[in-house]
DNA sequence: TTTACTGCAAAGGGTTTGCAACATG
DNA sequence: CATGTTGCAAACCCTTTGCAGTAAA
């Protein structure tokens, strides 16, 4: 398993890309986040990135399959680091209340039923699946 | 099953709203639709609506329950019938490259699974979960 | 007759972009 | 040096809100 840097830079690369200290900074952030973070939680953490610079980063790394963007209950835009760097494959819980999302790691159960699911799905409509996601909406400790 | 809009009118009157012609004709679009819409694809279909009011109403009718806010890819907000009201429980594959979201019918080996690997989610991390969502996320036929 | 709803227009908030300066390969 | 990147500020777009008028219980 190479360094996330490393590798955040090879794919940069691949599209003509700088990994530049800014670049490093907001994948730093995120590496060490263990839940999907929104660009202001981002920007609060690495205070020397601006938020304009920071939407075209996470632009740029978001193409670069470095990071990605995940959806959550709200139409604020969170981010994590891509799978294959982070570790393993996992699902999110939403709170509908407040809208943090947590992660939770995935069952090789579940994984497995809805691999099936998504062959039959990908038939029947056309369609080219890529990958999948799983979020339980609920409440969290803080909003119950 | 009663009517559409006899519940919809039963649920809002429950919050002390009322079910007028706008409103009604919000929830006939959207139960003519075998998909999520955007506040654009619905005002389109329904021009009479001013986009203010379309704003007003889909909030109104999302906190009674009549209709659900769906999460794409993208931060377009889409709209659907809840799932009590429309029939029966379906996922989403969505079009990382247009942002459509097409539903898909659930399968039972799934939610099987789904419904332990949620159990056991809920209780490592303190969540209660009210409910699911699966998205299978690839390209549509026209995007490929 | 009280309370909810509507529509317009203005305000708001998050995101994107133009541009000139800078940095990197 | 040619191209990608930055930071500021302005522009943008979608969404929300104030308000005065309307309609429904």
Redesign the interface.
């Known amino acids: 398993m190479p360094d996330i840097h490393d590798e955040a830079a090879l794919r940069l690369a691949a599209l003509d890309q700088r990994y530049t200290p800014n670049r490093r900074e907001i994948v730093q952030v995120l590496a060490g986040a263990e839940r999907p973070l929104t660009i202001n939680e981002i920007v609060d953490v690495a205070p020397s990135v601006p938020v304009s610079s920071a939407y075209r980063s996470l632009t740029v790394l978001s193409d670069a399959q470095v990071i990605r963007?995940v959806?959550?209950?709200d139409?604020t835009?969170r981010f994590e680091l891509a799978e294959d760097l982070s570790g393993e494959h996992h699902?999110h819980?939403i709170?509908?209340n407040c809208g943090t999302v947590?992660d939770?790691a995935?069952?090789p159960?579940?994984e497995?039923?809805?691999a099936?699911?998504?062959k039959?799905?990908?038939e029947?409509?056309?369609?080219?699946?890529?990958?999948?996601?799983?979020?339980?909406?609920?409440?969290?400790?803080n909003c119950?």
Not at 124 to 141: N, Y
């Open positions: 963007r959806a959550g209950n139409d835009g699902h819980l709170c509908s947590v939770v995935a069952s159960r579940l497995k039923a809805l099936e699911a998504a039959a799905a990908a029947e409509s056309d369609f080219e699946v890529h990958e999948h996601r799983i979020d339980l909406v609920g409440r969290c400790s119950q």
